[in-house]
């Protein structure tokens, strides 16, 4: 590697920049309860669970679970540090992922000023997607071998193999290792076609192919061996997952349901968005296809996003480095750019803001963002309410419960109660379970069939779903609790009084 491949060249102000901005939205996942809860069981037992144990609907079913490593990571932060250590983690994998994309981006050559705006520009775009997830390792992952791969585009003779262990740690950390290798996978194509009229191209591509090859049989030192695989093929190819879980549907359908459900949570793509058309629009004005296999990985990858809205972090990280080398192209008027394994002009830093200013605006940045805090805000409202009045009145039992809530439910209400479904979705819960689910939650045909089907004890839904309505014109459940964010139901009237109507205040995680 270059010795001028450094994250320096950005300054490292804007690098704390940078991380301040990628971190500076926090709450929690729908997903983290339940996430910590099987990090906490694999601590406590030694071992991975294979079965379900949380639901009724799906008990025993088996359970490959790609997150384990991760789940282990959130739950020793936790429960060391609390939800401060949980930031501490969050906060390491935006810092290796601002790293990465910096030294990067500065294997394109671009100046300094080009280098900066693209790594801000990347980091805001990244601060709503950076969450407490297990897909925080995915993006920290693909930044690095987004970097390498550039590195081994724009100067050759990259250190390839280590992405082989890489790729073994990051098949127990989540599924996105797919991603990983179909961002290799397109450069070694495209590395290919190249290199049919070029000798270093064709060098390229064997050496990219054959790491490529390593880096997949890495994955398979997991516990679930191949069979990791077909849970992860699942995910990804099951229609009716898009039709259930936000994160899958396509990204034009959560645009149009944001603006009319929502118009300011629409902010949070709007960077995203922009940086897509900006890199479409500085490739149109600066065709230089010497970096052809980065603009066809993230191209591939914008696509991926419009597909699912789940992978519009990964097209940004895809799109940052070729980003900044074809902005500089099209915005400088005699770019020292060049392809052809040579070093770049040195990288001046005449322009560079005034580092006081980038370190109080990162401070101000993390207060805002509460990366020091020990509180972190949920995603939306919980049902909190209708918890608190179960564990006071000691119900316990089946719970038909709306989507997004079933990790917290498996947190709160503990072994003596069960969920319908939560967030591991496809990975444990069979498809017709899966539509069984929409029907009832979306009120289709045959909604009033699902309360019969199983053997629920409570129904946990919201007041303003098509479920609602479908429990409260069924006299055989009785209303138990109501506020603006749950309703519960039971199917036998109890000597309960029952809260109707109020406001629940806003909740913290757990």
């Keep these: 590697m270059s010795a001028r491949l450094t994250w320096r060249a950005a300054s490292r102000w804007t690098m704390v920049l940078s991380i301040a901005l990628a971190t500076a939205d926090n709450f929690a996942d729908p997903d983290l309860w339940i996430h910590i809860l099987t990090g906490q069981t694999i601590l406590s037992t030694g071992h991975i669970p294979r079965f379900d144990t949380y639901s009724y609907s799906a008990a025993g079913m088996p359970w490959r679970n790609h997150e384990w490593l991760a789940q282990v990571a959130l739950a020793f932060s936790y429960a060391h540090l609390g939800v401060f250590g949980l930031k501490l983690l969050k906060l390491l994998c935006a810092s290796i992922t601002i790293l990465a994309l910096a030294i990067g ?33 995915s993006f920290m992952m693909l930044s690095v071998v987004m970097t ?90 099951d229609p009716l997952i898009r039709q259930v879980v936000n994160d899958w549907v396509p990204l034009p359908d959560t645009l149009l349901f944001m603006w009319r459900e929502s118009k300011p949570e629409l902010l949070q793509y709007a960077a995203p968005i922009l940086l897509f058309a900006g890199f479409i629009a500085a490739v149109a004005v600066a065709p230089e296809l010497g970096d052809a296999a980065l603009i066809a990985v993230a191209t591939t990858f914008i696509g991926a996003a419009f597909y699912a809205a789940r992978n519009v972090a990964l097209a940004v990280i895809a799109l940052a480095i070729p980003l900044a080398r074809h902005g500089a192209l099209a915005l400088e008027p005699a770019p020292a750019i060049k392809l052809g394994y040579v070093d770049p002009p040195p990288t001046t830093f005449s322009n560079e803001p005034a580092p006081a200013l980038l370190a109080i605006s990162a401070l101000l940045l993390a207060l805002v963002g509460g990366t020091f805090s020990n509180r972190l805000k949920t995603w939306k409202p919980v049902p909190a309410g209708a918890v608190a009045f179960m564990e006071r009145n000691r119900l316990h039992g089946n719970i038909l419960n709306q989507y997004e809530w079933g990790a917290y439910l498996a947190w709160h209400m503990g072994n003596d109660s069960r969920v319908f479904i939560d967030g591991r979705c496809e990975l444990v819960y069979p498809d017709r379970l899966i539509r069984q689910y929409a029907i009832f939650f979306y009120a289709m045909e045959g909604a009033d069939g699902v309360l019969d089907a199983f053997p629920h004890d409570f129904v946990l839904i919201g007041p303003h779903t098509n479920g609602y309505q479908v429990v409260s014109k069924d006299r055989r459940w009785h209303l138990l609790y109501r506020d603006e964010t749950a309703a519960l139901f039971a199917r036998a009237a109890l000597p309960i009084e029952a809260p109707i109507g109020g406001k629940v205040a806003s909740t913290y995680f757990p």
Aim: with cysteine; net charge positive; glycine share 12%.
């Design 105 to 137: 981006i500065s294997a394109t050559g671009a100046s300094s000023r080009i280098q900066r705006m693209s790594l801000i520009l990347v980091a805001v775009a990244l601060a709503t997607q950076m969450q407490f997830r297990p897909q925080l390792f």
């Design 148 to 237: 390498i791969v550039a590195i081994e585009v724009y100067r050759g003779g990259a250190m390839l193999w280590p992405l082989i262990p890489m790729f073994a740690l990051w098949a127990n950390l989540h599924g996105g290792y797919t991603i990983g290798l179909g961002a290799m996978i397109i450069a070694v194509a495209v590395l290919f076609i190249q290199g049919l009229g070029d000798a270093d191209r064709k060098t390229s591509a064997r050496r990219l192919g054959l790491v490529t090859l390593g880096c997949a049989g890495a994955t398979i030192l997991n516990p679930f061996a191949v069979g990791l695989w077909t849970g992860v093929a699942h995910s990804i190819s």
